[in-house]
Every structure is written in structure tokens, then in C-alpha cells.
Nanobody, 118 residues
């Protein structure tokens, strides 16, 4: 069974930076795309960024130019460098891993809280 554990969240002021990490344990059955989603209080979960096994990157428009996603395939670890943080980035950030072949199994972490406030 695959498990994902996020870390690195915290309370920061606007324009500051944070780096989130997602550590994985267990064995994936196939190549997988990893990504970050976030959920603010009272809002739906939204996509933030993803990176495929081949390195294809995708970002939500709201974070382009400020956030950078990366992965270490040897460690099965995922990272999110967040710069120029804004109060609207406040949310629980969740790590996701999805197989790139059928049956496209998806795993989620429990999330790490990021709060941006002055």
C-alpha cells in the first residue's frame, strides 16, 4: 500500500516563501504522475501543479511564475517551492500520485496547512 506524507507547511507573511515536501512509502505498480492540490475552508479542492514521470509540468494559472513543482524519482519524493505567497494561497495542500496506466489508481496524502497572513 502506498502512503503519501506531506510536510513543510506553516504560517508565513505575504511575499515570503515555503517549500513543501511529499514523502512516499510503498511500491507503485506503474509510472505515476504526482501533483499538488489545495483546499481552502469552504471551497472545493483545486489543482495546483503536477509533474509526470517523464517530467511534463502543469500549473494552475493562479500559481504560474510563483510556484515550482519538482520530483526526485530515486526517492519517490515530490516538492513544491512556493514564492511570493499571497493570502489567497492559504489552504491545506495535499499531495497526489496517480498511475499513468489503467487502472489509474490515485493516492492522496493527509495534507499540510499553509497560512499566509500579516
Amino acid at each position: 500500500q502506498v502512503q503519501l506524507v506531506e510536510s513543510g507547511g506553516g504560517l508565513v507573511q505575504p511575499e515570503e516563501s515555503l517549500r513543501l515536501s511529499c514523502a512516499t512509502s510503498g511500491s507503485f505498480r506503474s509510472r505515476h504522475t504526482m501533483g499538488w492540490h489545495r483546499q481552502a475552508p469552504g471551497k472545493q479542492r483545486e489543482f495546483v501543479a503536477s509533474i509526470s514521470s517523464g517530467g511534463t509540468l502543469k500549473y494552475a494559472d493562479s500559481v504560474k511564475g510563483r510556484f515550482t513543482i519538482s520530483r526526485d524519482n530515486a526517492k519517490n519524493a515530490l516538492y513544491l517551492q512556493m514564492n511570493s505567497l499571497k493570502p489567497e494561497d492559504t489552504a491545506v495542500y495535499l499531495c497526489r500520485a496517480t498511475g499513468e496506466f489503467s487502472p489509474y489508481v490515485t493516492y492522496w496524502g493527509q495534507g499540510t496547512q499553509v497560512t499566509v497572513s500579516s
